[in-house]
């Protein structure tokens, strides 16, 4: 079974200030990682993934995600938030050993407000 | 270019009255998926289907129907049995591959 946990429902920060977005999960094997990010009555937008190889992902709109697998988390992160970036973000989850369909799991998501 | 679309962005229905949302992708993708949102709520699959003619139940099921006839589309019904079907719904499409999901813009369905 695989699952995902993001802890916080909603995170403030203020704009220009680092953000972190955290999550969790648990696969039986390897870990395929994504973050999606959706605005109000939008569908979801692929922001970046981890598949292998480099721990510290970069993805879209300056976005980046850091895999630790010890701690079986992977945060997403920004350096300096932007107002615009204030909308609902979902971590998702996917065992790669290939057995099985190709179901990702969500978390619940978090809201994610950026303070002018 | 290739993508997923998701038909009609809102849609009003009467209370028993069926109603079905439409959902086409053009991308070849073998796997589709339909959610549905509730304000402040995660998503919450309802139906999925990795290949034509045949589909399974997701964790919210009842009061919904779905059909996959053709690799390019995955109609859901949503059914007069639904108790309380106004909510965000979103299509999904994937492959077999590492490229995760991609999402239509949703339909918000609201029972007048």
């Known amino acids: 079974a695989q699952s995902v946990a993001q802890p916080e429902d909603q995170v403030n920060v203020a704009e220009g200030n680092p953000l972190t977005v955290k999550c969790t999960y648990s696969?039986?094997?390897?870990?395929?990682l994504f973050w999606y990010v959706q605005y109000p009555n939008r569908g979801l937008q692929f922001l970046l993934k981890?598949?292998?190889?480099?721990?510290l992902v970069k993805g879209s709109y300056g976005f980046e995600a850091e895999f630790n697998k010890s701690q079986t988390s992977f945060h997403l992160k920004k350096p300096s938030a932007l107002v615009s970036d204030s909308a609902l973000y979902f971590c998702?989850?996917?065992?790669?050993?290939?057995?099985?369909?190709?179901?990702?799991?969500f978390g619940k998501g978090t809201k994610l407000s950026v303070i002018p | 270019d290739g993508g997923i679309t998701q038909s009609p962005k809102y849609l009003f229905r009467k209370e028993g009255q069926n109603v079905t949302l439409s959902c086409e992708q053009n991308?070849?993708?073998?796997?589709m998926y339909w959610y549905r949102q509730d304000p402040g709520q995660g998503l919450r699959l309802i139906y999925y289907?990795?290949?034509?003619?045949?589909?399974q139940k997701g964790d919210i099921a009842e009061g919904y129907s779905v059909s996959r006839e053709k690799k390019e589309s995955f109609p859901l019904t949503v059914t007069s049995a639904q108790k309380n079907p106004t909510a965000f719904y979103l299509c999904?499409?994937?492959?077999?591959?590492?490229?995760?999901?991609?999402f239509g813009s949703g339909t918000r369905l609201t029972v007048v």
């Open positions: 696969v039986s094997g390897n870990p395929y």
């Open positions: 999904a499409s994937s492959d077999r591959g590492i490229y995760g999901y991609t």
């Open positions: 289907s990795q290949i034509v003619n045949d589909f």
């Open positions: 981890y598949i292998t190889g480099d721990n």
């Open positions: 991308l070849n993708h073998d796997a």
């Open positions: 998702a989850v996917r065992d790669n050993s290939g057995a099985g369909s190709y179901q990702l799991t």
